[in-house]
């Protein structure tokens, strides 16, 4: 499967992608230091643990982009067949452990997440990469009806988990001490859950016809292009 053509070495924008992974990479790193020092007990394993997997990454980035092939890649262009994917999950790498730190932060500060926001919460943190590698394409070809239908499909899980998501964490702000949503905010929480509904039912509706219509297309081309006779 031909991924990320930007980011093969051959190409001319390879290293500004490298640059930019770098750059993303110190996030985590000044987020983690960050609330090291703010940890007046100080800092837990979670923290070491995320300091140390975003320095294992940026030290296998920075060997990767050294390497011959890689830096100065030749005729035979090998590097192109491992170098993208290695690229992707490095940035996946550090989006994810920010993403993580956020979300450990705001729970540190008192927001009470239960099972659901723990598991919608990562799904959505899963989804983003998935998306990313179904809408990857090489530029000279075309996105085949089944890769389409992923796409379309992540992007839509995407959105619903996100309004999913943001309606339980608003949800939980309406909550007392007790756990407990006082009369004046089951009006509020009822119509953020129905405008949640109502959105996640579009974002099913839009997946269903393009993903239909995708296939229905995919089909009439290969009866187009079927030779006389046979298929």
Request: glycine letters at 12%.
């Amino acid at each position: 499967m031909e991924i990320f053509f930007e980011y093969r070495p051959s190409t001319d924008t390879c290293h500004g992608h490298v640059r930019r992974a770098q750059g993303l990479g110190l996030i985590p790193a000044v987020l983690s230091l960050a609330m090291m020092l703010a940890v007046r007990t100080g800092p837990g394993p979670g923290l070491w643990s995320a300091l140390g997997s975003v320095l294992g990454l940026q030290l296998v980035l920075w060997g990767a982009s050294r390497l011959p092939s890689v830096e100065r890649p030749g005729p035979d262009r090998a590097a192109d067949a491992w170098f993208p994917l290695l690229l992707f999950i490095l940035q996946t790498g550090f989006v994810a452990i920010t993403a993580i730190l956020i979300w450990q932060t705001l729970k540190e500060l008192g927001h009470e997440t239960g099972a659901g926001e723990e598991a919608v919460f990562y799904a959505l943190l899963a989804s983003f990469p998935l998306h990313r590698l179904c809408r990857s394409n090489d530029p000279n070809t075309v996105m085949g009806p089944r890769r389409q239908q992923w796409e379309y499909f992540f992007r839509y899980l995407k959105r619903g988990l996100t309004a999913v998501l943001a309606s339980l964490l608003l949800t939980n702000l309406l909550r007392d001490a007790g756990g407990r949503i006082g009369p004046g905010g089951i009006i509020l929480a009822v119509g953020l859950w129905v405008g949640t509904v109502l959105f996640v039912l579009g974002c099913l509706t839009f997946f269903v016809e393009r993903a239909l219509g995708t296939g229905r297309t995919g089909q009439s081309s290969r009866s187009v292009t079927a030779p006389p006779g046979g298929s």
